[in-house]
């Protein structure tokens, strides 16, 4: 028999003129997906990928689980491939299907013939398999209404496939297609979710993390590489670039009023993304705000805090609420790493008391006594790329 995994394209197919650059990126993305998996044929036809184990060494369970998690794809299922012959599809659907069809409290047959030479009707196919299955498994009833199992049979050009139900697949954009983002990565619960949901909507990231060494401990950062890491199975894989933070965050700390220490940190934090984001080709930054959440989310708060760059600051989370954001974290594996207890730099010289409405006029005052280019680029200059070398004894 012939086990392969059938993925049906989501949006994708409504894209039209870009359906061809669409679907070489999803196949792209998909391949990379598997590669640990053993070797694949994957290959696009009438608007599904398939997906060809090439030895009987591929672990199809993983690779049916990675090809879930991939953007663009909307249902994935194992499917079993035959000859386009109506006992070899009838003896295909019992083989495959058979336990199943043990167990199911009712059936139906569901056919689609996308190669019109086949000589019968998708409906005539799915009664005669239909009949003879009611026949070989006298206990399940036929529901065409309402079923527990559909067997679905398809007889597409090179062969026939049948499969059962098709579970839901990541949904989205393949990864890519919408161009590229620096995403800020703190370490916390909110900002790998906006990478996920950027991520989805077709945006390859570059992650960013700003480290504090020595208030900000290596385990900190090691913890923003580990989110990194569990997020490349949906955003592909992705090196870490680790900002120093200490000296401007030092800077901020001697030189400005206390109540504007947040505002004017995370200011510093936009203008090196910004940078990063130009030398990589980025058109936006992607940032775990949500609304309100705390005093530096507040609409005034974000306003000052993006006043001072040109790229869009995009915040997927901004229309969620803690419960929903910590959903999807559990969802997507990453809240178990976020509430490990490292301190993020944000929190080192968090002010006793800070100004939820910053005003724009008193930040540039502040900033006015400081070398504000020097400070970026000397952190430019001591970026750390990539997951294991430490920039910091
Ligand atoms: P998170 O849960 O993502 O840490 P948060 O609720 O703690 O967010 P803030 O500390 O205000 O909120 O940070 C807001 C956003 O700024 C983060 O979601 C992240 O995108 C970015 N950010 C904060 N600290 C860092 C950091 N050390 N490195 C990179 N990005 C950061
Ligand atoms: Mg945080």
């Given at each position: 028999m012939n086990d392969m995994i059938l993925l049906k394209q989501g949006e994708l197919v409504l894209k039209g003129l870009n359906k061809r650059s669409f679907e070489t990126r999803l196949i792209a993305n998909i391949r990379k997906a598997l590669a640990p998996f053993g070797e694949f044929d994957v290959y696009a036809m009438q608007s599904a990928v398939y997906v060809e184990p090439q030895s009987p060494d591929c672990d199809m369970d993983a690779?049916?689980?990675?090809?879930?998690?991939?953007?663009?794809?909307?249902?994935?299922?194992?499917?079993?491939?035959?000859?386009?012959?109506?006992?070899?599809?009838?003896?295909?659907?019992?083989?495959?299907?058979?336990?199943?069809?043990?167990?199911?409290?009712?059936?139906?047959?569901?056919s689609k013939r996308a190669d019109k030479r086949f000589?019968?009707?998708?409906?005539?196919?799915?009664?005669?398999?239909?009949?003879?299955?009611?026949?070989?498994?006298?206990?399940?009833?036929?529901?065409?209404?309402?079923?527990?199992?559909?067997?679905?049979?398809?007889?597409?050009?090179?062969?026939?496939?049948?499969h059962g139900k098709?579970?839901?697949?990541?949904?989205?954009?393949?990864?890519?297609?919408?161009?590229?983002?620096?995403?800020?990565?703190?370490?916390g619960i909110d900002s790998?979710?906006?990478?996920?949901?950027?991520?989805?909507?077709?945006?390859?990231?570059?992650?960013?993390?700003?480290?504090?060494?020595?208030?900000?401990?290596?385990l900190a950062r090691r913890k923003a590489v580990e989110l990194a890491g569990i997020l490349s199975r949906y955003c592909g894989r992705m090196a870490v670039e680790t900002v120093p933070f200490t000296r401007i965050q030092e800077t901020i700390g001697q030189s400005c009023p206390e109540?504007?220490?947040?505002?004017?940190?995370?200011?510093?934090?936009?203008?090196?993304?910004?940078?990063?984001?130009?030398?990589h080709g980025c058109g936006a930054i992607v940032t775990g705000e949500s609304l309100g959440q705390v005093a530096s989310q507040t609409l005034q708060a974000m306003t000052v805090t993006q006043e001072?760059?040109?790229?869009?600051?995009?915040?997927?989370?901004v229309?969620?609420?803690?419960?929903?954001?910590?959903?999807?974290?559990?969802?997507?594996?990453?809240?178990?790493?976020?509430?490990?207890?490292?301190?993020?730099?944000?929190?080192?010289?968090?002010?006793?008391?800070?100004?939820?409405?910053?005003p724009l006029r008193e930040v540039l005052e502040a900033e006015s006594?400081?070398?504000?280019?020097?400070?970026?680029g000397e952190a430019l200059e001591g970026i750390v790329h990539g997951m294991d070398r430490t920039g910091y004894k």
């Open positions: 690779a049916l689980d990675a090809c879930g998690a991939v953007f663009g794809v909307n249902t994935v299922t194992r499917a079993a491939a035959c000859e386009k012959d109506m006992d070899a599809i009838f003896d295909t659907a019992a083989r495959y299907l058979g336990d199943e069809l043990r167990s199911a409290a009712s059936f139906k047959v569901e000589p019968m009707t998708s409906i005539d196919i799915s009664r005669h398999i239909g009949g003879r299955l009611a026949e070989a498994y006298p206990h399940v009833r036929v529901d065409v209404r309402d079923p527990a199992l559909c067997v679905n049979i398809e007889i597409r050009d090179t062969a026939a496939y049948v098709a579970l839901r697949g990541a949904g989205g954009l393949p990864v890519g297609v919408s161009g590229r983002a620096v995403t800020l990565l703190s370490g790998p979710v906006a990478a996920y949901m950027a991520a989805k909507r077709g945006l390859r990231l570059i992650p960013v993390h700003f480290a504090s060494p020595p208030y900000t401990s290596e109540g504007l220490h947040t505002v004017i940190a995370r200011r510093f934090m936009m203008r090196a993304a910004e940078r990063i984001a130009l030398y001072c760059i040109s790229l869009p600051v995009l915040r997927p989370c229309g969620l609420d803690k419960r929903e954001i910590i959903d999807i974290a559990n969802s997507i594996g990453t809240y178990e790493t976020s509430i490990l207890p490292y301190e993020d730099c944000c929190a080192v010289f968090t002010p006793r008391r800070p100004r939820t409405k910053p006594g400081l070398d504000v280019e020097g400070l970026v």
